[in-house]
T-cell receptor, first 114, second 112 residues
């Protein structure tokens, strides 16, 4: 049973480019969460999605960041016009349903903005 | 305003002894708590959780204690093993349905 998969594992972008991060949840999981970890910090919640719905985007920056979880395919976190401050590790987690359910994390995508 | 605090950035424990990692929270609405372990360049790995209706949960070498009145939880690892050396994150949620709120982590070092 494959775990949460994220790709790419490493991504290098120049300022102003777009970054597209993908997450495939565990089989049977319909809830996806995105987190960002800055150096020496804990993980910070960004957005919570179910298939075709954004449930909570309270942690998402208002500009340049967007997320989707289409009916078919992986969840995508998209960062437009990246800046150096976007350099971080981005983790995706999934859970089978809402309620007191454990979230299982993927290996992360390390984004470096030059 | 940090709602989940891990006040010890690092902790060194001798192999075979007990490791105790602490976590404090301020939001009384939190009702589900989790501990994750993280190695460098990997994602967090779930260890153990506890809901607010309990005060203790045990799984093998790992035990989590919850003191709701003090808004404090702790993770006990006994006996500590070299493979336990990692960063440990405490996390909390309201109703388990939303994003987790994480502490900054404690780096546990197990010494031979």
């Amino acid at each position: 049973n494959a775990g949460v998969m994220q790709n790419p594992r490493h991504l290098v972008r120049r300022r102003g480019q777009e970054a597209r991060l993908r997450c495939s949840p565990m089989k049977g999981h319909s809830h996806v969460y995105w987190y960002r970890q800055l150096p020496e910090e804990g993980l910070k919640f960004m957005v919570y999605l179910q298939k075709e719905n954004i449930i909570d985007e309270s942690g998402m920056p208002k500009e340049r960041f967007s997320a989707e979880f289409p009916k078919e395919g992986p969840s995508i976190l998209r960062i437009q016009q990246v800046v150096r401050g976007d350099s971080a590790a981005y983790f995706c987690a999934s859970s089978p349903q809402a309620g007191l359910e454990t979230q299982y994390f993927g290996p992360g995508t390390r984004l470096l903005v030059l | 305003d940090q709602q989940v605090k891990q006040n010890s950035p690092s902790l060194s424990v001798q192999e075979g002894r007990i490791s105790i990692l602490n976590c404090d929270y301020t939001n009384s609405m939190f009702d589900y708590f989790l501990w994750y372990k993280k190695y460098p360049a990997e994602g967090p790995t779930f260890l153990i959780s506890i809901s607010s209706i309990k005060d203790k949960n045990e799984d093998g070498r790992f035990t989590v204690f919850l003191n709701k009145s003090a808004k404090h939880l702790s993770l006990h690892i006994v006996p500590s093993q070299p493979g336990d050396s990692a960063v440990y994150f405490c996390a909390a949620s309201v109703g388990g349905a939303d994003g987790l709120t994480f502490g900054k982590g404690t780096h546990l070092i197990i010494q031979p």
